[in-house]
């Protein structure tokens, strides 16, 4: 159990102007204080809200937007804010997947050229050696050659996803955030393609941060999941645990809303009231505090500690202590 | 009482090189105050069925066999000023997207109002105040003062609350929820989803939800119809669906389905092969090249509906299974 990545309180803001004539000025508070490790070959999930601040979260450690505090230690090295061109070689090893590959494959490049694109650049194989390369990254997302010669458009949405992870897979890296990958497919064609991200996976060592909405997707994939909430991790624990015993209000909340593929499941279920406060004027204390049906005083003033409350099972909650223990019951 | 009933339905895309089938002769029956859940991947006709009946297609896309009989009339044959009568006083729709359906410039409960003085010829105060009404009614805090709200200014849960008030405002036997929670996220859509299903048993409508999510279906509709490239592979009660899913479209979408109950898998079951574009429909069954249960015969002809021996309400278009089964 070795870290590929040792995250240590990242953040990042966003300065923004407001009014009609940007005459006021306003910090969005994405990311706040984001520690974890990413272990070796592991499958990392990261869930939660719009707003959460999980894109931030994979963009900040690639360093795609640069963090505003924290660092991100990769092959012992701070990578955290290093710029363009120290962060070049670093780049094969470090991949990303969006949600959309229709708005990030060039239409005009044939599918073969965009695989070339990234082997060419990183000068990972000789010019001769490229066509064989192309076909070999087309079969390992379970593609036929003959897909190299197509266009985008041609393709449909879990085609032009496979592609996107070949691309991916061109540098040869070691991490791939998956920022929503799978989110946009349908049901049958996501269930292929979380297949092949798992014999990837296998085949290659990969070491995969998991963005995503779907409780249930993260639930089959992950090896540990981390839940956020307003720009702060609430929970992380082992897949198993988090869904088992979930500890941190939000988490139980936003599991108990997940609606269940069984026409006789109970629907009085535990529904959180309100909405996610905007992150331009997050609550004080604990972030959650207003819709926390456990809230007392102390979590209006506040910020609770992350602590480790289980095996490797954090939570940050003044009144959580561990499993099934509770500091109190319910508000003051 | 049956309230609608589609009978054959076929659309058709308009496409320089011909026509291209997209609804291949749908059959759908809607009760009154029943919840009918239609579900299917994109491109499964599912919205498009719905929006032909209200006169609601895109450009180049018609309705071009069938009926659709809706209180003892035709609806396909109706005129553009009959089926303005129709939309939002009998019909009335929530759509996935509250930003792109409402009006950026025209404050909330002005836009309610306006579907109500023009509907049902009420004064402007009187609509506003009935407009005021609906926003309590469909949950939002301190009504009064958000009815002057412009749409920007509430977050994406109101809007949809928004839109369901406007839906409602005509008094419709019958509302139409195309995706109106997809875009939300997972705690908003809960409340949504149970405020729909709360107003569709206080106000005794009829609500067709069009979806392509099974398990949020599970808790809403009292009926489900399985769409699979333009037809209707499987017609039953929820629990039927659930318990028994025949049709192997049905089953295999189950399984690759990942839940929170039971054990978590490595790998889920996936369908191989994606479903057929619109014009490159196969013969026979659609669903055919993808299927586990192939027989020579599935590429002869469209396999029909038919009702499952020993339960006439469960109907299934797949004679290979139904031969197993019976």
């Known amino acids: ?295 007392r005083d102390i979590c209006k003033t506040s910020v609770p500690d992350w602590r480790e409350v289980g095996p490797s099972h954090h939570v940050a909650c003044h009144a959580v202590t561990g499993p099934g223990r509770t500091n109190w019951e319910g508000p003051a | 009482m049956t309230l609608l009933e589609i009978k054959g339905l076929t659309i058709d895309i308009a496409r320089d090189s011909g026509p291209a089938r997209v609804v291949d002769g749908i059959d759908l029956s809607v009760t009154e105050g029943e919840s009918l859940g239609i579900v299917g991947e994109s491109g499964c006709g599912k919205s498009l069925t719905m929006m032909s009946l209200v006169g609601l297609l895109p450009n180049r896309i018609r309705a071009t066999g069938g009926k659709a009989l809706f209180g003892g009339r035709d609806l396909l044959k109706l005129s553009a000023k009959e089926l303005r009568k129709v939309r939002g006083s009998e019909i009335g729709f929530i759509f996935q997207d509250p930003m792109t359906s409402l009006n950026p410039v025209i404050r909330v409960g002005d836009q309610i109002a306006e579907a109500l003085v023009y509907q049902k010829g009420m004064t402007k105060a009187a609509a506003k105040a009935q407009a005021v009404e609906l926003l309590a009614l469909v949950g939002i805090p301190a009504p009064e003062e958000r009815a002057n709200a412009w749409p920007h200014e509430l977050s994406g849960g109101m809007r949809q609350r928004v839109m369901i008030a406007m839906g409602l405002a005509g008094n419709p036997k019958m509302l139409i929820a195309d995706e109106p929670t997809t875009a939300l996220d997972v705690t908003i859509q809960a409340q949504i989803v149970d405020l729909v299903r709360e107003l569709k048993d206080r106000l005794k409508m009829s609500v067709v939800w069009i979806t392509h999510d099974l398990a949020l279906i599970a808790g809403l509709a009292d009926r489900i119809a399985v769409l699979y490239a333009g037809t209707v592979v499987e017609d039953a009660p929820v629990e039927a669906i659930f318990d028994r899913p025949t049709h192997p479209y049905t089953r295999a979408l189950l399984g690759s389905l990942p839940t929170l109950a039971g054990a978590a898998m490595e790998r889920l079951p996936s369908i191989p092969g994606t479903p057929p574009e619109p014009g490159r429909r196969p013969p026979g069954c659609p669903f055919a090249p993808r299927c586990g249960f192939v027989q020579p015969s599935c590429s002869q002809s469209v396999p029909k509906l038919q009702a499952m021996p020993g339960d006439r309400r469960h109907k299934v278009a797949c004679p290979v299974v139904l031969e197993g089964v019976a």
């Open chain 1, 1 to 295: 159990m070795t870290a590929l990545l040792e995250i240590r309180g990242l953040a990042k803001r966003y300065d923004i102007r407001l009014g009609a004539f940007g005459e006021k000025q306003a910090v969005v508070r994405a990311l706040d204080d984001f520690t974890a490790d990413i272990i070796e070959g592991e499958t990392l999930s990261l869930v939660g809200e719009s707003g959460c601040g999980k894109s931030t979260t994979g963009f900040a450690i690639l360093n795609l937007q640069r963090p505003s505090a924290g660092s991100v230690r990769y092959k012992g090295q701070d990578i955290a804010g290093l710029d363009e061109d120290a962060m070049r070689p670093l780049r094969r090893d470090l991949q990303i997947v969006f949600q959309d590959p229709y708005s990030t494959l060039n239409p005009r490049m044939t599918i073969g050229e965009a695989l070339a694109e990234p082997i060419r650049f990183h000068g990972l194989a000789p010019k001769a050696e490229i066509p064989a390369r192309v076909t070999r990254l087309l079969e390992d997302v379970g593609m036929t050659p003959r897909f190299a010669n197509r266009y985008p458009h041609e393709l449909s949405g879990g085609q032009r996803q496979r592609v996107a992870i070949a691309r991916a897979l061109a540098c040869q890296p070691r991490f791939i955030v998956c920022d929503e990958a799978i989110s946009a497919l349908d049901v049958s064609v996501q269930a292929q393609i979380l297949n092949l991200l798992l014999d990837l996976q296998q085949k290659y060592g990969l070491t995969y941060l998991f963005i995503a909405h779907d409780l249930a997707v993260v639930r089959h994939i992950s090896d540990r999941v981390g839940v956020m909430y307003l720009g702060r991790l609430a929970e992380l624990a082992p897949s198993s645990a988090l869904f088992a015993e979930p500890l941190h209000p939000y988490t139980r909340a936003l599991l108990s809303a997940v609606p269940e593929p069984n026409p006789r499941a109970p629907r009085n279920r535990q529904r959180l009231v309100g909405e996610v406060p905007s992150p331009l004027n997050p609550p004080t204390g604990c972030r959650f505090h207003p819709r926390c049906p456990l809230a």
